[in-house]
């Protein structure tokens, strides 16, 4: 019995011990990891292209052709002839159709008769009213009897112009069965081929058309602000608006590098769209610029002024504002608000809150933070090409 009691003690004992342990905490603390610093972001700065530079404002229009004419029959008759060749240039006077002239050769003869009748009829009312003046003065005749053979006289010369008319009229439509070109340009396809019946008069048919290829317009629309800014630039100068340098460009080409001069400005201004049309003529010896074709027209907008320039890539956006990076000495880099200008070439101008000689990420935007820390590799800008 008092083997089982010392047993039963140390039992006990033993599972309080055991239980004190678990009661222990366990010093299981282990000094934290510091998080590696990550590497600086790569990108590429560089210091803003400082140039002279002038502002071009662009436009869009079309060409248009200074002459087009529709080639239209003057007197009705078949078509017999088509004498040129499907587009091709022809010269003021150049014959283009011809039309059956015996009809009109006839009424010519027969408009001839009728002069010279006409004429023989007025001679001889001359010749009577002349021996009616001696008998007059004889008193052989009475006074009614010489107005009469005055009055025949009158009327025979009347009728002798109504049949100069009736000539002239006659010569004029024999003339017009021969169509010529009215101006110098290029022209379309015949739209009646020989053998047709054409029409004259106020149904005319249309036979053809010719476009002027050189000079050739352009004309576009304006805005009233921007009329006023070129209207005061161009009194700077000494000069009027018209006579002011356009440039233009193709919509396939880079630059502008067709040169031309404003010749109009509209009266006034359009209530509807609030802008006012301005029409640019351009050299065109080569016939590049077609009738038709879309084309960019563009204006000088500014005198020339030293301005700072960076690629529009260079720049975002922030809400409402344009923002760039700029890189301070200790490669740090933070967030600028700017104000941008026009765009040059490929550049864009900056007109407040950079200077010359700061550094601006120009590439490598995509993972930079406010005062992040980055790793440079500076470049220089090409100029901007006008």
């Given at each position: 019995m008092k083997r089982f009691t010392i047993l039963h003690t140390l039992l006990i004992t033993l599972c309080l011990l055991l239980l004190s342990g678990c009661d222990k905490p366990q010093n299981t603390s282990v000094a934290p990891v510091q998080p590696a610093s990550p590497p600086p972001s790569k990108a590429k700065i560089a210091q803003p292209l400082s140039q002279k530079v002038t502002e071009w404002d662009e436009f869009t229009g079309r060409i248009e052709a200074v002459n087009m004419v529709e080639v239209r029959a003057r007197v009705s008759g078949y078509l017999?002839?088509?004498?040129?060749?499907?587009?091709?240039?022809?010269?003021?006077?150049?014959?283009?159709?011809?039309?059956?002239?015996?009809?009109?050769?006839?009424?010519?003869?027969?408009?001839?008769?009728?002069?010279?009748?006409?004429?023989?009829?007025?001679?001889?009312?001359?010749?009577?009213?002349?021996?009616?003046?001696?008998?007059?003065?004889?008193?052989?005749?009475?006074?009614?009897?010489?107005?009469?053979?005055?009055?025949?006289?009158?009327?025979?010369?009347?009728?002798?112009?109504?049949?100069?008319?009736?000539?002239?009229?006659?010569?004029?439509?024999?003339?017009?069965?021969?169509?010529?070109?009215?101006?110098?340009?290029?022209?379309?396809?015949?739209l009646i081929t020989a053998g047709n019946l054409v029409n004259g008069g106020g149904d005319a048919t249309k036979l053809a058309t010719i476009v002027s290829m050189n000079p050739v317009y352009v004309t576009v629309d304006v805005d009233e602000r921007a009329i006023l800014s070129y209207r005061r630039e161009a009194q700077k100068q000494g000069h009027n608006l018209e006579g002011t340098v356009v440039e233009l460009a193709l919509s396939d080409e880079q630059g502008f590098p067709h040169s031309g001069h404003i010749n109009y400005v509209a009266p006034m201004e359009n209530p509807v769209t609030g802008t006012v049309s301005l029409r640019g003529v351009f050299t065109n010896a080569?016939?590049?610029?077609?009738?038709?074709?879309?084309?960019?027209?563009?204006?000088?907008?500014?005198?020339?002024?030293?301005?700072?320039?960076?690629?529009?890539?260079?720049?975002?956006?922030?809400?409402?504002?344009?923002?760039?990076?700029?890189?301070?000495?200790?490669?740090?880099?933070?967030?600028?608000?700017?104000?941008?200008?026009?765009?040059?070439?490929?550049?864009?101008?900056?007109?407040?809150?950079?200077?010359?000689?700061?550094?601006?990420?120009?590439?490598?935007?995509?993972?930079?933070?406010?005062?992040?820390?980055?790793?440079?590799?500076?470049?220089?800008?090409?100029?901007?090409?006008e």
């Open positions: 017999e002839k088509v004498n040129f060749t499907a587009g091709a240039t022809v010269k003021k006077g150049d014959l283009l159709f011809v039309i059956d002239s015996k009809p009109f050769k006839a009424q010519l003869s027969y408009a001839i008769a009728e002069f010279e009748q006409a004429k023989s009829k007025q001679e001889l009312a001359k010749n009577e009213l002349a021996r009616a003046e001696n008998l007059l003065k004889a008193k052989a005749i009475s006074t009614e009897e010489y107005d009469t053979r005055n009055k025949g006289l009158r009327g025979a010369t009347k009728a002798v112009d109504s049949a100069t008319a009736q000539v002239e009229s006659a010569k004029l439509n024999l003339e017009f069965t021969e169509v010529r070109a009215p101006i110098n340009g290029r022209i379309s396809r015949e080569d016939e590049l610029l077609s009738p038709g074709f879309f084309a960019r027209m563009r204006l000088r907008g500014s005198a020339p002024y030293d301005g700072l320039l960076l690629p529009d890539r260079a720049i975002g956006t922030d809400q409402a504002d344009r923002i760039i990076w700029v890189m301070d000495s200790d490669k740090k880099v933070t967030q600028r608000k700017i104000i941008v200008g026009k765009k040059i070439g490929d550049l864009r101008v900056i007109s407040e809150g950079l200077k010359a000689d700061e550094w601006v990420i120009i590439e490598g935007l995509q993972k930079l933070r406010p005062n992040s820390v980055v790793e440079p590799e500076k470049m220089t800008l090409a100029p901007a090409a």
